[in-house]
C-alpha cells in the first residue's frame, strides 16, 4: 500500500511540473504577445513593462488599453488623464506626475486645468486631513453632507 501511495504521488508531481511548464510556457507567449501589441500601439516597450514579471504583463497591458487608451469609455482620455494626474500629485509619485501631465496635454488638457487637476486634489487632501484628524463622526458628517445637496437642490428648482 504504501508504494502504491508514493507512485500516486509521484505521478500527482509529475503531472504538477508538467501543468507548471505548460503553464509557464503560455505566459512567456503571453508576455511576447502583449510586448510585441504594445510596441505596435506605443512605438517602443518602454522599461515600466519591463519590471513586471512575465506573468503580469499581459494582464496590466489589457488594462491600460480597456481603461486607460480606451476612447470609448464613460470617461474622455483627459478628464482620465487629469484623474491620474491628480492621484500621482497625492500619492505622490515623480513618475506618474510627469506621465499624466504629458498625457493629459496630449488629451487636450489646458495648462489652467492641469493646475486646477492639482488644486482639487490639494483641497480633498487638506479636508480629507482636517477630518480624518479630528475624528469628525462620519455619520453626522453624512447628514450634514446630505442636508447641504438638498438645500443646493432646492434652490435650484
Same mark, same amino acid.
Given at each position: 500500500?504504501?508504494?502504491?501511495?508514493?507512485?500516486?504521488?509521484?505521478?500527482?508531481?509529475?503531472?504538477?511540473?508538467?501543468?507548471?511548464?505548460?503553464?509557464?510556457? =503560455?505566459?512567456? =507567449?503571453?508576455?511576447?504577445?502583449?510586448?510585441?501589441? &504594445?510596441?505596435?500601439?506605443?512605438?517602443?516597450?518602454?522599461?515600466?513593462?519591463?519590471?513586471?514579471?512575465?506573468?503580469?504583463?499581459?494582464?496590466?497591458?489589457?488594462? &491600460?488599453?480597456? !481603461?486607460?487608451?480606451?476612447?470609448?469609455?464613460?470617461?474622455?482620455?483627459?478628464?482620465?488623464?487629469?484623474?491620474?494626474?491628480? !492621484?500621482? =500629485? /497625492? &500619492?505622490?509619485? /515623480?513618475?506618474?506626475?510627469?506621465?499624466?501631465?504629458?498625457?493629459?496635454?496630449?488629451?487636450?488638457?489646458?495648462?489652467?486645468? &492641469?493646475?486646477?487637476?492639482?488644486?482639487?486634489?490639494?483641497?480633498?487632501?487638506?479636508?480629507?486631513?482636517?477630518?480624518?484628524?479630528?475624528? !469628525?463622526?462620519?455619520?453626522?458628517?453624512?447628514? /450634514?453632507?446630505?442636508?447641504?445637496?438638498?438645500? !443646493?437642490?432646492?434652490?435650484?428648482?
Amino acid at each position: 500500500m504504501l508504494k502504491l501511495n508514493r507512485k500516486i504521488g509521484l505521478l500527482a508531481f509529475a503531472a504538477g511540473a508538467l501543468l507548471a511548464i505548460s503553464m509557464a510556457r =503560455a505566459e512567456d =507567449a503571453s508576455a511576447t504577445a502583449a510586448y510585441k501589441d &504594445i510596441q505596435a500601439t506605443l512605438g517602443s516597450v518602454p522599461d515600466m513593462f519591463k519590471t513586471l514579471p512575465d506573468v503580469a504583463v499581459a494582464g496590466a497591458w489589457a488594462e &491600460i488599453k480597456a !481603461v486607460q487608451l480606451n476612447p470609448k469609455t464613460a470617461l474622455d482620455g483627459k478628464t482620465k488623464e487629469l484623474m491620474g494626474l491628480a !492621484v500621482a =500629485a /497625492q &500619492i505622490p509619485c /515623480q513618475y506618474c506626475i510627469y506621465f499624466h501631465t504629458e498625457a493629459a496635454r496630449l488629451n487636450g488638457a489646458s495648462d489652467e486645468e &492641469i493646475k486646477e487637476a492639482i488644486a482639487m486634489s490639494a483641497i480633498v487632501r487638506h479636508w480629507s486631513t482636517m477630518l480624518n484628524g479630528s475624528q !469628525v463622526d462620519l455619520a453626522t458628517f453624512k447628514k /450634514q453632507t446630505d442636508d447641504v445637496f438638498a438645500a !443646493v437642490k432646492a434652490k435650484s428648482q
